[in-house]
């Protein structure tokens, strides 16, 4: 068992250092096509970070492993809005670009309903199982692209912020090398992830919910939580949140989007409960942005959201038990 977590611990390694490597080449490429920083950060960053979670869910669902793929996505995105919002606000207030409040966090709870409507066959629609066909995951992807089809826009009107300090620009060649690095060391890393986070499940007799609620979720965030917490500390407030709500809908619209597509998923409604807590933090989110300071996450906002996330954690831990 110590050589799963020793494998499972060089697995995270390897997709942080490969989402390192991937957002790195892919936001130089980026840059110099004149790409705005917010805009960058809701998609360029924004998929590079979440490419962990693209891996290990296609891999875990290919697998039959289909509660630790929906935990992946679903533990992912409250990990994202309560722990890592709730760390960067705690280092740096942050104060977001205007539509990020208007549109992009109500986005992303309407991504939480559209989810919560295509999976729950057996309660909304009366069907004999609850899974995410391929039809429900084309209409998550067709929901994504509308979601670009926002972002372009925003970059034509010259809507992204440019706080903050500059993104490092790499020659053509090293750029590319660099992705295709990091799309290499993510393949390598996701696999040893899912087969040992698995294996210490089973021998622990832990269920693969929990396991991709907690595991899963917080390993394959680490790079959402190097970008926000760096960003944070730089006071490129835009990258750090723009970030984080640019992965929660990458992660609904595109990643299961894509997993349901190469697999149809069946899913366990026992993780409504915690659709229901993604979609309650990302109320708690939109209140805290539209209220007191406006467009701002104050410091004792920020501890709240990170409190919630340990309140959280603890109940899935005795719930478990």
């Not at 994504?144 to 925003?154: D, H, I, L, P, Q």
């Amino acid at each position: 068992m110590f050589l799963s977590f020793t494998l499972l611990l060089v697995g995270f390694v390897i997709l942080i250092k490969g989402a390192d490597f991937l957002v790195g080449g892919s936001s130089s490429v980026a840059k110099k096509f004149n790409v705005s920083n917010l805009a960058i950060g809701l998609t360029v960053v924004a998929f590079g970070t979440s490419t962990p979670e693209l891996l290990v869910n296609i891999m875990s669902s290919a697998k039959g492993y289909n509660d630790a793929a929906f935990g992946n996505v679903i533990g992912s995105n409250i990990f994202n809005l309560l722990f890592i919002l709730g760390i960067a606000g705690i280092i740096y207030p942050l104060v977001v670009h205007r539509n990020t409040v208007s549109f992009e966090v109500p986005l992303s709870l309407i991504a939480a309903v559209v989810l919560f409507v295509l999976v729950n066959d057996t309660l909304l629609f009366g069907s004999a199982e609850n899974t995410l066909s391929r039809l429900d995951a084309v209409i998550l992807l067709a929901c994504f692209g509308g979601f670009m089809y926002y972002v372009s826009r925003t970059m034509k009107d010259g809507l992204g912020s440019e706080e903050g300090g500059p993104i490092k620009i790499y020659k053509t060649g090293t750029a590319v090398l660099l992705i295709i690095i990091g799309l290499a060391m993510l393949v390598g890393g996701g696999s040893l992830v899912v087969d040992n986070a698995v294996a210490i499940a089973k021998y622990y007799g832990l269920s693969e919910k929990l396991i991709g609620l907690t595991i899963l979720a917080a390993g394959t965030s680490l790079p959402e939580l190097a970008t926000s917490a760096v960003a944070a500390y730089r006071k490129n407030t835009d990258i750090a949140i723009g970030n984080v709500v640019g992965s929660n809908i990458f992660n609904i619209f595109f990643i299961l989007g894509i997993t349901g597509v190469i697999n149809p998923t069946p899913y366990n409604v026992v993780m409504n409960f915690d659709l229901y807590v993604l979609g309650a933090s990302t109320i708690m989110l939109m209140i805290f942005m539209f209220t007191i300071n406006q467009r701002k996450l104050d410091r004792w906002e920020a501890v709240l959201m990170f409190a919630s996330y340990v309140v959280y954690t603890v109940f899935l831990v005795v719930m478990e038990n």
